[in-house]
């Protein structure tokens, strides 16, 4: 194996082994990797992790399917905002390259913006009180509009950046199922899932794909979520996602 293909591996490996320990920042860390460490340009970077990312969900998002983990109807809420939401965004790629607008600076920072607020939800989510909250009136109310309309806000900005999928959903789906943790993870895993290959395809068809990068990513990425997935439940976990939404928070910070 080249010596850059070693190093890609083992650079991969570090990603799955944080995604493994903290359950989140796949494409969060991913991404930003490849433009920044291996070199790949924004709109390539954020095709290649979505084909990337979309083979890594559909396996979580079957295992959470059986075990009973999934709210179908909230995925299909969510879905109805977010697969637009992702076209649009993807859509809004292509019309900056026919307008003959190089894309790739403005998703550089638009990666940037995404990731520094992601970094302040984990860190909000990292320190705020464990104590399960009902939700309000408000949104019991609005619920399936709620849904529908961040469904969307999500879609639009994974379309745009791949960034986002998890972290800027989880938030929203622990106010709809407080104290059901294992339905938040599923019913977003699952959601994630359906977003991702959707996006994916539609980079993949404009041709923004570096598929020589995507088998070695999965070589090294796998190994190390499920490592990371054993070695979890024998580490702080705080500390792990403060420490992840910092370096989030940086590498938001150079992007932008």
Known sequence: MPAPNVGLLLMSFLVGLLVGLTS????????????????????????????YGSLTKMMGAWMHWRQNTVDIRTVLRLACGSLPGGALGV????????????????????????????????????????????????????????????????GF???????GSGSLLAPFLMILFPGAPARVVGTDVFHAALLVTTTALF???????????????????????????????RLPARTLRLGLSLVLLATGVKLV
């Open 91 to 154: 859509l809004l790629v292509h019309q900056m390259h026919h307008s003959g607008v190089n894309p790739d600076q403005y998703l550089r920072r638009a990666i940037g913006l995404v990731l520094v607020i992601v970094a302040l939800i984990l860190l909000v989510r990292t320190l705020q009180s464990r104590t399960a909250q009902t939700p309000s009136g408000f949104i019991t109310r609005h619920e399936k509009v709620l849904t529908v309309f961040w469904g969307a806000v999500v």
């Open 203 to 233: 980079y993949s068809q404009a041709g923004h794909v570096d598929w020589g990068l995507v088998p070695v990513l999965l070589a090294g990425s796998v190994p190390g979520v499920l490592l990371g997935s054993y070695l979890a439940p």
């Open 157 to 163: 900005a994974v379309g745009l950046t791949s960034v």
């Open 24 to 51: 989140m920042g796949g494409a969060a860390l991913m991404t930003p990797f490849l433009i920044l460490i291996v070199g790949v340009r924004p709109v390539l970077a954020v095709g290649t992790d979505l084909v």
